[in-house]
């Protein structure tokens, strides 16, 4: 079974930070890269950042450049989102996603494999 698992969400102030972590249970998961979006109440899906599968490349929503930084730790099946400055306008539930065949799309379609999401929330 094929799982990720998003955690290091919760409630921060404007201006703080926030780490959060995607654990993925695929075997393979140096195979894929890996993409981070987010969804805020009465919105769409948006994409925040994607990462290439070593690690080479990243890839930026221009809303959260110069602010978040994504990485990925391949022995541990596990990928980050360090998120600096925060904004309320970045109040979302935040979702992990692995891509097959794709690298850097901020397309959600192409994205094979979901997390359940962990909420950010942050305060004025």
């Known amino acids: 079974q094929v799982q990720l698992v998003e955690s290091g969400g919760g409630l921060v102030q404007a201006g703080g930070s926030l780490r959060l972590s995607c654990a993925a249970s695929l075997r393979t998961f140096s195979t894929y890269s890996m993409g981070w979006f987010r969804r805020a109440p009465g919105k769409q899906r948006e994409f925040v950042a994607a990462i290439s599968r070593s690690g080479g490349s990243e890839y930026y929503a221009d809303s959260v450049k110069a602010r978040f930084t994504i990485s990925r730790d391949n022995a541990k099946n596990t990928v980050y989102l360090q998120m600096n400055s925060l904004k309320p306008e970045d109040t979302a539930v935040y979702y992990c996603?692995?891509?097959?065949?794709?690298?850097?799309?901020?397309?959600?379609?192409?994205?094979?494999?979901w997390g359940q999401g962990t909420q950010v929330t942050v305060s004025s």
């Open positions: 996603a692995a891509s097959k065949y794709y690298t850097g799309s901020s397309d959600y379609t192409a994205y094979d494999y």
